[in-house]
DNA sequence: CGCTTTTGACCAGCGC
DNA sequence: GCGCTGGTCAAAAGCG
């Protein structure tokens, strides 16, 4: 289950828009009326961010309850390997369980890139629990585009295409053909959702550094890496945040290189990937005008309640 | 010629 | 045991 449909954090800013402000005024009831509305509104909304804070809080602390458990745990499954073997003949079921935890530590990392969990660390071999680090990324394409390729800067190899049961667009598989150890695979589908959105589901670790990083080293050109704007964009929809990374514009020529340079060194860790995330959500969130508009409007209120409140006073 | 992509066949896990 | 399904293999075709 993904997050986005666990915890709907979608603020509807513009639910009730703030007739005052483009209507010149009936009366100073009618105005008073809306004014009292719009911070009861206010009120709500404050007490809806206070709530889930706490739930970020709540969810964080049980995260890192759950992995400092799991690293326990996985000592003692070093010393006591008997217990592994039942869990490798089960490998489908492991796999699955470890997508689906992957998406459950989604819940608290944010939206649209899920990473590994360490809940399976219980049950498989520290190699295995490698292997099985697995995240997921969500690209938008044309629609007429059907190559089903995310360019992430990684070289590929294709070595299979499936139609699958619950989406009729077929699946491709892909394996890291950069460097021939390289156990990372890759199946791309276009979402069942969105026709225009690609997931691109990232199985392992790459044993080898990032080919661009060996391009810029090897070049000798030591860039500054700054956090620009990236062709990202977020959306929050009703069923909650989602962040779609459009790593096709990497290869235009321009700046935008750089700036996606920046993106795939992040890659690496996901805390810096988490914290640019959020950057960027609010990078975005700042540059819509429509919340802009609607912030506008609930801080405005916010202060004419207080004037009111002195008025009366 | 070598590498990549395509695609049908095959395999293994799972539910019934 | 059987059928369904997702994942992988490998031969053939395509491409530079």
């Known amino acids: 289950m993904e997050f986005t449909s666990l915890l709907n954090t979608s603020l509807d800013l513009n639910h009730k828009p703030l007739r005052f402000l483009d209507e010149a005024p009936q009366s100073r009831g009618a105005l008073i009326e809306e004014l009292n509305r719009v911070s009861a509104e206010n009120k709500k909304l404050t007490e809806l961010l206070t709530v889930m804070c706490e739930n970020y809080t709540e969810l964080r602390n049980q995260l890192m309850e759950q992995t400092s458990k799991n690293i326990g745990i996985d000592n003692n499954n070093n010393n006591n390997n008997n217990n592994n073997n039942t869990a490798a003949s089960r490998k489908r079921k492991a796999d699955q369980s470890s997508i689906n935890d992957a998406n459950n530590n989604n819940n608290n990392i944010g939206p649209s890139e899920s990473s590994s ?67 990372v695979k890759k199946k791309v589908q276009r979402s069942i959702e ?52 459009d790593l096709t514009k990497q290869l235009k020529p321009s700046s935008t290189q750089e700036e996606t340079r920046s ?34 409007a609930a801080i405005s209120g ?12």
């Not at 916010?302 to 006073?313: A, D, G, H």
């Open 263 to 296: 993106l795939r060194g992040k890659s690496d860790a996901p805390e810096q990937l988490q914290q640019y995330f959020v950057e960027q959500m609010a990078s975005n969130l700042t540059k819509d005008p429509n919340f802009k508009a609607a912030l506008a």
């Open 117 to 183: 969990s360490d809940e399976d660390s219980s049950k498989k071999p520290r190699e295995e629990h490698i292997k099985a680090k697995i995240s997921r990324v969500y690209v938008r394409t044309e629609v007429s585009d059907s190559s089903l390729i995310v360019k992430d800067g990684y070289q590929w190899r294709k070595y299979g295409q499936k139609v699958t049961r619950d989406n009729p667009c077929p699946r491709a598989y892909f394996k890291c053909s950069f460097a021939p150890s390289c156990p």
């Open 194 to 245: 969105d026709q225009s959105i690609v997931v691109a589901t990232y199985e392992g670790e790459h044993n080898h550094p990032h080919p661009n990083k060996i391009e810029s080293t090897t070049s000798g050109s030591n860039r500054n890496l700054t956090l620009g704007t990236v062709p990202c964009s977020t959306s929050l929809s009703s069923s909650g945040p989602t962040i779609t990374l």
């Open 302 to 313: 916010k202060f004419l309640q207080q004037n009111n409140q002195t008025e009366k006073w």
